[in-house]
């Protein structure tokens, strides 16, 4: 195992000793009934706070929902974006720190299970330097670079003509197994219109 690897282990378990998964079932209050509930399975875990996100996806590769491993970096995105509006509202500045996101990918054959896991570290800045968005565009398949490029060029012209305002920021994760995904932050209108020099 190496040292990136084991930190980035260490940071889950550290992250995760505090957090619960979002499913998790309730004990019957009236104990001479059994109750049945049904619930589908969670693959995945998230926790976040001012210090930033740690989650991971461990489950099937794909299923009837398509992709589905790929698709936990949706949820990543979702609760990044809202978790960054609700702290601006309340004064806490933060932005994600781009150069410190880690991705592990484990199992990426197109067969059985995967492992996909995320650490992205937030910082605290001053208050027109903070980004309350942030998208993804990523390929699963070794898609050739052009058409990411492509892909991620056309979210970004997208997000400047509906969404963002000012400056953004962007990087592009690889993993060893071939992943990659662009991560993009920004400054969404409907929050920070208001940092933009008329």
């Keep these: 195992m190496n040292l990136k690897l084991l930190f980035i282990a260490v940071s889950f378990a550290l992250f995760t000793l505090n957090c619960s998964t979002r499913n998790q079932q309730k004990k019957p209050t009236n104990t001479t009934t059994p109750a049945v509930v049904e619930t589908t399975p969670t693959y995945d875990n998230i926790c976040i706070s001012d210090l930033g996100l740690t989650g991971y996806f461990k489950g099937p590769e794909y299923n009837e929902e398509g992709d589905i491993a ?9 609760r990044v974006g809202t978790y960054l509006k609700e702290r601006y ?9 781009l150069e410190g996101i880690n991705i592990i990918t484990k199992g990426l054959n197109q067969v059985d299970s995967v492992y996909y896991a995320i650490e992205m570290p937030f910082k605290r800045v001053a208050k027109c330097e ?10 699963w398949n070794y898609q050739p670079g052009i058409l990411l490029n492509k892909r991620f060029k056309e979210l970004r012209e997208g997000l400047v003509k509906n969404w963002s305002v000012g400056n953004s920021a962007h990087q592009l994760y690889k993993t060893e197994e071939g992943f990659q995904e662009y991560w993009i932050q920004f400054k969404h209108k409907d929050y920070q219109a208001a940092c933009v020099k008329q």
């Design 130 to 139: 903070a980004f309350t968005g942030i998208e993804h565009c990523g390929s």
């Design 70 to 78: 790929h698709q936990f970096s949706n949820k990543v995105a979702a």
């Design 89 to 97: 509202l309340k004064k806490v500045y933060l932005k994600v720190d």
